[in-house]
């Protein structure tokens, strides 16, 4: 009777046992998931730590939010000096006029600055179009092109 019991007992005990491995089991699982998860954000913290250079994790977003700072400083710096940039190629542009006025004699409206070249006054004249006998001898060559043909030029 002892093995008709203990069979008994095994075939009533059955259910209530795979349900504890069971509740064992998801219990294992939701352990391991939440050590991975424990893991993996351990990991990205050490890599912040790292990139940000902080020793301690609460330093971390006073850190980004001084470069995030700087950042900010630095574009408005950035964008200072283009328009800064910019006002000194204007004032540059009314220089050069200024001065072909001076040395020519003649008003800005009547003459179209050309850039320099890296090499300074010196351009070839071919770049203009013209031959350089066209012009008269105190103009530097192609350096200024007139807007009108003027009696000492020829239009080609």
Do not use: N
């Not at 069971?22 to 699982?29: F, I, N, R, T």
């Not at 352990?31 to 330093?59: G, L, N, P, Y």
């Not at 850190?63 to 910019?86: D, F, G, N, P, V």
């Not at 071919?126 to 103009?139: D, E, F, L, Q």
Request: proline share 6%; net charge positive.
């Amino acid at each position: 009777m002892s093995l008709q019991q203990a069979r008994y007992d095994l075939a009533v005990d059955f259910p209530s046992l795979l349900m504890q491995d069971s509740a064992l089991g998801s219990q294992v699982q939701a352990t391991r998931s939440q050590i991975e998860h424990e893991s993996f954000v351990t990991a990205e913290v050490e890599k912040a730590k790292a990139a940000v250079q902080c020793s301690r994790v609460w330093d971390i977003t006073s850190r980004l939010l001084a470069q995030q700072k700087s950042t900010a400083e630095l574009e408005q710096h950035i964008r200072a000096c283009k328009e800064k940039r910019r006002a000194l190629k204007d004032t540059l542009q009314e220089l050069e006029l200024k001065h072909a006025e001076l040395k020519f004699h003649q008003p800005p409206s009547a003459i179209r600055m050309s850039p320099l070249s890296s090499k300074g006054w010196m351009r070839s004249c071919s770049t203009a179009g013209r031959s350089c006998s066209t012009w008269p001898s105190a103009w530097p060559p192609c350096l200024l092109t007139p807007t009108a043909p003027t009696r000492t030029t020829r239009l080609l």
